[in-house]
Each structure stands twice: as structure tokens, then as C-alpha cells.
């Protein structure tokens, strides 16, 4: 379905340039996530502090998707 955030309430078109930089933001959480993969599958790394470093690491980068979206809902 074309334009579907407009059907959902608090969503909003980004510009060109908001769009670019969400793409490049989503890449470089890609880029992250895969790199923590990598550290949690080596053997002897404490899995906790992985565990702990991946869920900030997810905060941070929701975080700055949702500065560029500017979302009008809780």
C-alpha cells in the first residue's frame, strides 16, 4: 500500500534530506548489529556485557531514528 504512515497515527512525510539520513543511520545500525554478532559468538566473551552493550546500542540508534522522524505520539 502506497503511503501507508499516513494511515498511522503520528507519523509524517520526511524530507529528502530526513530520508537520507534514516537510511544512513538503519545502515550503520546493520553495520553495528553485525559487529556484535561477531563479539558474541567469540568464545570466552562475557555474554552479559555483550547482551547489555547490544540493548543500549539498540536504544541509541531508536533514538536518534526517532530524532529524525519526530514521531507525535508517545
Known amino acids: 500500500m502506497d503511503n501507508q504512515h499516513k ?12 530520508i537520507a539520513l534514516m537510511n544512513e543511520a538503519k545502515a550503520k545500525a546493520e553495520e553495528v548489529g553485525a559487529l556484535v554478532d561477531k563479539i ?18 539498540q536504544k541509541g540508534f531508536m533514538s536518534l531514528i526517532r530524532g529524525i522522524a519526530q514521531p507525535t505520539t508517545f
Open 7 to 18: 494511515h498511522i497515527k503520528g507519523y509524517r512525510d520526511l524530507s529528502a534530506d530526513e
Open 40 to 57: 558474541a559468538s567469540t568464545p570466552g566473551i562475557d555474554g552479559r556485557w555483550v547482551s547489555i552493550g547490544k540493548t543500549d546500542l
